[in-house]
């Protein structure tokens, strides 16, 4: 398996657009995170799903943000409109089952200008 | 849900020294612990874990340790050698959740 592929893996973009992250997980890994990395907050987790279905969103800072998995395969994060402050590294992660190791992808670098 | 502290977030060591970093957890359902090691630009990769029916593990100059009573637990790097420079995650995980400590910037020191 080639891990968690994230794409597009930079992103640059301007106030007011709409934004999407992609993520493919691991094969059979029920298990599916959102992170978000700055400096100045460290690594937050903003979503994850179990089994295609949304667990918990508390982390999601605002309605700008939203979060899909359409199927096991493939999940996405938009954020719309985007602003500066949203400029981040955002992480997808995917584990086989709960309480097991949970793998990263490469990530996507996000500035919003 | 959970809420993870890491101390110290920055950390030099010389090289040869032992580092040590500490988290502690406040979900006391929480029962995997893992510890996650991040190189510049790089992604989070595992580098050690725990469950909760375990006090202690160790692997080569890698060791963790856990006070599932005080909530707590810590990591040790001995005999710390420049590619030991990176930034250290801790984690809490319960059943699907899986909540980061704000790390610890550890610089190894020739």
């Known amino acids: 398996d080639a891990g968690v592929i994230q794409s597009p893996r930079h992103e640059v973009t301007e106030m007011g657009q709409e934004v999407t992250l992609r993520c493919k997980p691991i094969?059979?890994?029920?298990?599916l995170f959102w992170y978000r990395q700055t400096m100045m907050r460290g690594l937050e987790l903003l979503i994850y799903?179990?089994?295609?279905?949304?667990?918990?969103d508390s982390g999601m800072p605002e309605d700008r943000f939203s979060a899909k998995m359409p199927n096991a395969s493939f999940s996405t994060l938009k954020i719309q409109p985007s602003e500066p402050r949203d400029s981040a590294v955002y992480f997808c992660?995917?584990?086989?089952?709960?309480?097991?190791?949970?793998?990263f992808g490469q990530g996507t670098r996000l500035t919003v200008v | 849900g959970e809420n993870v502290e890491q101390h110290p977030s920055t950390l030099s060591v010389q090289e040869g020294d032992s580092a040590v970093i500490k988290c502690t957890y406040s979900?006391?359902?929480?029962?995997?612990f893992p510890w996650y090691k991040q190189e510049l630009g790089k992604r989070p990769q595992l580098i050690i874990d725990?469950?909760?029916?375990?006090g202690e593990k160790k692997d080569q100059r890698i060791a963790v340790t856990l006070n599932k009573t005080a909530k707590h637990f810590s990591l040790h790097i001995t005999e710390t050698q420049p590619e030991d420079s990176a930034v250290y995650f801790c984690?809490?995980?319960?059943?699907?959740?899986?909540?980061f400590g704000t790390g610890t910037s550890l610089t190894v020191i020739p």
């Open positions: 799903f179990n089994n295609n279905v949304p667990i918990d």
């Open positions: 979900d006391s359902a929480s029962n995997y």
């Open positions: 992660a995917s584990s086989p089952i709960g309480g097991t190791e949970a793998f």
């Open positions: 984690a809490a995980s319960w059943v699907g959740q899986f909540y």
């Open positions: 725990i469950r909760s029916n375990v």
């Open positions: 094969s059979g890994h029920d298990y």
